[in-house]
């Protein structure tokens, strides 16, 4: 399979530049994530007709850079960089926020050589190498944009022999899912030709504005890059198609279980029919607690509610655990259960306790304060967004893809499906365990 080689870097900056003293202070949601990697997502679609010309491709990579500069006109943050402010009291702490200056984001120009759409969404297992070097800023950590004012978004567009690749890098401590794919949605209005986006972002956070934490004040050590963390080589990953039918049946068998019609969720079905059949593949102790991290969003639990076009992180991840030897014998129904019972403890009351407690003891979250041993799986993602309306011009994407930022072994990353109601889930685990899972008849008898 060919290399990925990079035609051109470049800074591509809002058009219309709004509000040049804009500045955007971090809330808890935002910091807790400094120490971590960026969101990394792109979308594989087959190449525009007629674009097998130096000048045709020169002319898309033009066309895409104009609608870029557009789209940041409306996302001042994602154009902008990390900065600073340094209390020098009895506290010695130091506060960060976006300074939506224009400084621009990184655009890069891309070519694999050899490497056609089949080479990417036919293999069982991803071909992580490839996949992985069609990404920009691959290894920078959301600190690392203030310690080397990194930009804060990163675009790439990698052409392959029959498709195109585009991927974006967003600051986490920046963005999360929902407004990662805002802007990606909002760029590929404005690609294909809208002279506006159909949802404004909300950059406000007046919800904080009553808190005596804000803006926070963070430890000096909590914004010091601590080592770039990399993806383990041996960790495999694979895609696994869930069809309507089969999300249906899923459903249908976990409320069953519990004697329900429609309590647990398709959701919930889903990720409990995954977490079970990682635990019966991990060889582990049966009295030995298994993990899985949930990530809520709290835009609509908070009262009153966010908007739904906040624009900053707004989800919290938290851990439900119980025992493998009991998850694996009360079957799919009760672990759905026991999931649906805890998001639906997480109220309103347990978000403003969080946003106050952390911003009065600041708890930053980093690799090793996760249980990242054998026992623990964590989701991200929701097939939930709008990943197929990305349409920028010539066509709806075939597949999307994630780079290697926040790669671990347990690291589950959902999607929707190119089919309308199907989910596709990317594992990131060790080789014996997606082995395991791929022969696992309970687990497979639902994945196409």
Not at 100 to 128: L, R
């Amino acid at each position: 399979m060919g290399r990925t080689q990079i035609i051109s870097k470049s800074t591509v900056c809002a058009a219309i530049h709004k509000e040049p003293n804009l500045r955007i202070d971090l809330t808890p949601w935002d910091l807790k994530l400094i120490q971590f990697d960026t969101i990394q997502k792109g979308l594989l679609f087959r190449k525009p007709p007629n674009d097998n010309t130096d000048t045709s491709s020169l002319n898309l990579i033009h066309h895409l850079k104009t609608s870029l500069s557009r789209t940041l006109d409306y996302f001042p943050p994602l154009a902008g960089r990390l900065a600073t402010i340094e209390h020098h009291d009895d506290s010695n702490t130091i506060s960060v926020y976006i300074n939506c200056n224009n400084a621009g984001a990184e655009f890069v120009h891309a070519t694999a050589d050899g490497v056609s759409v089949a080479d990417i969404i036919t293999p069982v297992y991803v071909p992580n190498e490839i996949v992985y070097s069609f990404f920009p800023l691959n290894g920078v950590t959301n600190c690392q944009c203030i310690s080397e004012a990194k930009p804060l978004l990163g675009v790439q567009v990698t052409e392959l022999v029959d498709g195109i690749f585009i991927a974006c890098t967003i600051n986490h401590s920046v963005v999360d899912g929902t407004s990662f794919w805002h802007f990606f949605n909002s760029w590929s209005e404005i690609s294909r030709g809208s002279d506006c986006i159909s949802k404004v972002p909300v950059l406000e956070r007046g919800f904080l504005s009553e808190s005596e934490y804000f803006p926070i004040r963070l430890p000096l050590w909590s914004i010091e890059p601590s080592g770039t963390r990399t993806p383990l080589p041996n960790l495999q990953q694979r895609v696994f198609h869930f069809t309507k039918e089969n999300v249906a049946k899923l459903k249908a068998k976990a409320n069953a279980e519990i004697g329900s019609t429609n309590k647990i969720s398709s959701l919930q079905a889903i990720l409990s029919q995954i977490w079970r059949s990682f635990t019966r593949n991990r060889s582990l102790d049966p009295d030995e607690e298994v993990l899985f991290m949930l990530g809520i969003g709290v835009r609509q639990r908070l009262q009153p509610p966010l908007p739904p076009e906040y624009f900053g992180n707004a989800a919290q991840g938290e851990f439900v655990s119980m025992k493998a030897r009991y998850q694996l014998e009360q079957g799919l129904g009760n672990v759905a259960l026991k999931m649906n019972k805890f998001i639906a403890a997480y109220t309103d009351e347990t978000i403003k306790n969080f946003l106050e407690s952390w911003g009065k003891n600041p708890e930053i979250l980093t690799w090793d304060s996760l249980p990242t041993k054998n026992n623990a799986c964590f989701a991200s993602s929701s097939p939930r967004f709008n990943f197929y309306g990305n349409d920028f011009g010539w066509g709806r994407p075939m597949a999307v893809r994630s780079g290697s930022a926040n790669k671990v072994d347990g690291k589950i990353t959902l999607f929707a499906g190119v089919e309308e109601g199907s989910v596709d889930v990317e594992a990131c685990f060790l080789p014996e365990t997606l082995q395991g899972m791929g022969n696992d008849i309970e687990f497979m008898q639902f994945v196409s």
